[in-house]
């Protein structure tokens, strides 16, 4: 719960930045990138302690998978519409195995149907 409670944190601040005044989204632009650095950091530890293979736990889709799918769906449309500077801290090179969650998690069956509804 705790990995998830971390991304959704990031979540709720770019959703911030969208109705919040000019100031105030100046304030919570910094709170997002001080917020987005620490997860990225930790995260990319957690991936890299199961060999980086694009999944959280195992070899399998778990929970968590799904998560940063449904983030990075998020992010890639409708945060990125609002906060274009939130993909630069989510990029292939800032964070090499979020990413490759991302596309292994995108590359379900299961899932395909989900992930075409946020590429229209």
Known sequence: ???RTQINDVYELALMHKIGSTEERKIVMEKFAGAARA????H???LE???G???YFG???TYMDIVVLAFFCA???QIAADMPQALDFFSEQSAPLLNKVYTTTA???ALAEFVASFRK
Request: hydrophobic share 30%.
């Open 1 to 3: 719960v705790e990995l």
């Open 39 to 42: 997860i990225i950091r930790y």
């Open 44 to 46: 990319e530890k957690v």
């Open 49 to 51: 302690a199961n060999g």
């Open 53 to 55: 293979n694009g999944h």
């Open 59 to 61: 070899d399998r889709v």
């Open 75 to 77: 992010l890639n449309g």
């Open 107 to 109: 590359k379900e069956p």
